[in-house]
C-alpha cells in the first residue's frame, strides 16, 4: 500500500489527510479481509495440506496392512486423572484434550502427551532471611499446582 500526499497535505500539526487516506484504503481491503468470527481462537485457520493429508492416508495404509500387531501401537488409554493432548504433524487436533478412556493415535503422525490433572505439591527448600532488625529468620513453603482446562 502506498500513500502519496501532497506538500499541502503533509503540514505541521495535520494528520487529517493521513488518517482520511488510511480509511479509505481499509474501505478499499474491506472485501479483501477475513472477517471469521471463530469461537475457537487456537484453531487454525487453513486445513490440513496435501502432505499432510498423503501422510495421514499412508500412516492409515500401513495400519490396515499390519492390523493384528498395529493396535498394540495404535490403542491408547488415559486413566480418569489424566487428559491427553494430541499433536497431528506439530498441531493440535481439533477437540482439545482426550480422555479419560480410550482413544487412538496414528503412528508416525501423531504424538500425544498425557496431562496429570490432580493437584501436585512442590516443597520449596527453607531459606534464611535476615530482617532490617538483624534477625534471621528461616522461611520454607510447599507450593500447590493443578492444571485445569
Known sequence: MTLLLSDKECSEGSLTPLTQALESEDLKMGS???????????ACEEGPGVCSMALTIFSLFLITVTLPMSLFFVVKVVQEYERAVIFRLGRLLTGGARGPGVFFVIPCVDVYEKIDMRSQTF???????LTKDSVTVFVNAIMYYKVAN
Open 32 to 42: 479483501q479481509k477475513n472477517n471469521n468470527n471463530s469461537q475457537d481462537p487456537i
Open 123 to 129: 516443597e520449596i527448600p527453607p531459606q534464611e532471611i
